[in-house]
């Protein structure tokens, strides 16, 4: 199988250190970037932000609405605030906030989520967040990125800071495997080809691109020619990635750990229907509440492991096949 | 529950519900052992003393209502629950596994005697503010209690129920906070400081009682008290001690959440049977 990039899929560290630590490299090149947060610094890792720049660290107590609106008025002195929180409770306390504060004036705030998804797990339903890409790509002018391990976390994590505008970083609370080499260049907005094929292409983010890589790796053997596409981007979409798939491949599988309603792939199938409509097939969350549980029993529970990305991609491909 | 006022009793039983907070909370792998142990002698004190309900019947239309709005301290309600025959106490040893009738955070659909689903801080107090109303409204006589942290003082959804509430004149809405003084990150005084509480629910228009929330005679005199009708909500600020019971967690904001092993946990347990505490 052509492979792009070295992926021998060791654990590497999650994605929320991973920003926590690219936050401390970026307020020692800028004074300018300061850390709000709202009584979960360990969690979210802010708190190595905190220990190295305490004057530029604002704790808002468990108070997210008011971290963001705090957040926003940062923004407008020309700070560069990185808010950050479990994803539900930033994304559903404060969505007000990010639509009249942030969105709509176009505030340069970033908004990182940690602990998305279901792979929270053992705290259940109700920490879990499964509807936040969703939320974020609501916002006119928000970024949405979705990193997939800790390269590409540091590397967004900086162009998030770069980018003038409203940022959203989702990240998650497991170790998850390093599937990029340290030079890997990311760009906002510009899709990665992980792995060449022109059968199906399998679009995936966060902790399910080392899943459609897997998936990729089962249907290789079974002859048949995978394309894995990692979308971090998931707004603004690689519209120009996304139609030489459906053109090339002429099969699509979305693969996301969210509800499936609502979140990539939907937004995928609107620009593959506005471009080149060609099959689809949807892996995510029904349309459901997870529970508790181990995050990798939950993942697989719930549908969200190579193999059911591997299911969906034969799927997709006996459609286009007519059969 | 109708039996004499027995502090003695009453310190052996949230005694024993510690020992299950900590075993269960190890078995789970993860949870938070800090604010269950603060928060389990008023559990206690309600669960087997004071509030009118029937394990039996866990939907029984006039049954009190308990919201445990500070949903992470769930272990201490299931120990509770468990103790009191909601359930099978076999139950506790699945607490935030795959399948489990015991989520991570109280769940009003999988576990028999819990009475609102919370979890997301602050959220658990306005539902017993509207549970408080809907009983009125149809007539009915039981009383809504809401357990709250400190750290939930902080939350703007709390202070928007204080004030609906006290609009409403829910005098049968009795609201707790479990004061222990710190949250996640710290202490409470250090992060966002909610001090001085009473001073600001008694502005809210709150009947406001102070207690030292593990005096069971403290705690009995309390609920005695928000049981006379005074035409506005009742809140009682219990002064706890994070982490209670076991002296080398007691007050020390790292043990929010911090996991340990089932052989930990044994010698937690020992330093509860050290004497002295509760
Ligand atoms: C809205 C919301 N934000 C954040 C959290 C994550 N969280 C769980 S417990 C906690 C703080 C615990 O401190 P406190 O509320 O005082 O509870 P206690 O000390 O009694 O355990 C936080 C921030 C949450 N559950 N809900």
Same mark, same amino acid.
């Given at each position: ?8 899929? =060791? ?98 705030? *970033? ?50 800071? #770069? ?29 990665? #080809? ?40 998931? *707004?603004?979409?690689?519209? $120009? ?45 029904? =349309?459901?509440?997870? $529970? ?32 | ?16 519900? !510690? ?29 087997? !003393? ?92 039981? !009383? ?65 009682? !102070? ?68």
């Amino acid at each position: 199988m052509p492979l792009k990039t070295r992926y021998e899929l =060791n654990l590497g560290m999650a994605t929320r250190e991973a920003f926590g630590r690219a936050l401390v490299e970026l307020g020692r090149e800028n004074p300018n970037i300061m850390a709000v947060d709202a009584d979960l610094s360990k969690s979210t890792f802010t708190h190595l932000f905190a220990k190295e720049f305490p004057e530029r660290f604002v704790s808002c107590g468990i108070a997210e609405a008011n971290m963001v609106g705090v957040a926003a008025g940062l923004a407008s002195h020309g700070k560069i605030p990185f808010a950050a929180s479990f994803s539900c409770f930033l994304l559903n306390k404060a969505f007000e906030q990010l639509r009249v504060t942030v969105a709509y004036p176009g505030l340069n705030v *970033k908004i990182v989520g940690t602990h998305s998804g279901i792979s929270i797990g053992e705290d259940g339903p109700s920490q879990m967040s499964v509807e936040e890409i969703s939320l974020a790509c609501s916002l006119p002018g928000f970024v949405v990125l979705a990193p997939a391990d800790e390269v590409a976390t540091r590397a967004l994590v900086r162009a998030a800071a #770069e980018h003038v505008g409203p940022v959203f970083i989702r990240t998650g609370r497991p170790r998850v495997p390093v599937i990029y080499s340290p030079d890997q260049r990311f760009e906002i907005g510009k899709a990665i #080809e992980l792995v060449e094929g022109s059968d199906v292409t399998i679009m995936a983010n966060g902790l399910m691109v080392a899943e459609a890589i897997r998936a990729a790796e089962a249907l290789d053997a079974e002859g048949i020619s995978v394309r894995v596409l990692d979308l971090h981007t998931v *707004k603004p979409l690689d519209r $120009e990635a996304i139609r030489k798939a459906a053109e090339e491949t002429g099969a699509i599988v979305v693969a996301e750990e969210h509800l499936v309603d609502s979140g990539t792939g939907v937004r995928v199938a609107q620009a593959v229907a506005e471009m080149h409509p060609c099959v689809m097939e949807f892996v995510g969350i029904q =349309n459901t509440y997870a $529970e508790s549980g181990p995050p990798e029993a939950l993942l697989e529970k719930y549908g969200l492991t190579a193999p059911h990305i591997a299911a969906a991609a034969r799927k997709a491909l006996a459609r286009k096949r007519g059969r | 529950m109708t039996s004499e006022f027995d502090p003695a009793r009453l310190a052996a039983i949230a005694r024993d519900l !510690r020992v299950l907070i900590l075993r269960m909370i190890a078995n789970a792998g993860s949870g938070h052992p800090g604010g269950s142990l603060s928060a389990v002698d008023i559990i206690t004190y309600l669960y087997f !003393r004071h509030l009118r309900i029937d394990p039996e019947r866990p939907h029984w239309e006039d049954r009190d209502r308990f919201v445990l709005s500070k949903g992470h301290c769930a272990p201490a309600l299931y120990a509770a629950l468990a103790r009191r025959g909601y359930f099978p106490e076999a139950w506790l040893w699945t607490l935030r596994d795959v399948g489990s009738p015991l989520q991570g955070h109280p769940d009003m659909r999988k576990t028999p005697g819990v009475d609102m689903t919370t979890g997301s801080l602050g959220q658990g107090f306005a539902c017993a503010v509207g549970i408080a109303l809907g009983a009125r409204l149809q007539g009915k006589t039981y !009383r809504v209690y809401a357990m709250l942290s400190d750290a939930e003082l902080q939350e703007g959804v709390t202070w928007e129920a204080a004030l609906a509430a006290a609009h409403h004149r829910l005098d049968n809405l009795i609201a707790v906070i479990d004061n222990n003084r710190c949250q996640t990150d710290g202490f409470t005084a250090d992060i966002v400081a909610v001090e001085p509480i009473d001073e600001k629910w008694s502005a809210f228009g709150w009947d406001v009682q !102070r207690i030292d929330g593990h005096d069971f005679v403290q705690i009995h005199a309390a609920f005695q008290r928000a049981l006379q009708p005074r035409g506005r909500p009742h809140v009682i600020i219990a002064d706890t001690v994070k982490g209670k019971g076991v002296r080398s967690m007691e007050n020390r904001p790292e043990w929010h959440a911090q996991p340990f092993t089932p052989e930990q946990a044994e010698v937690f347990i020992g330093e509860l049977f050290e004497g002295g505490s509760s």
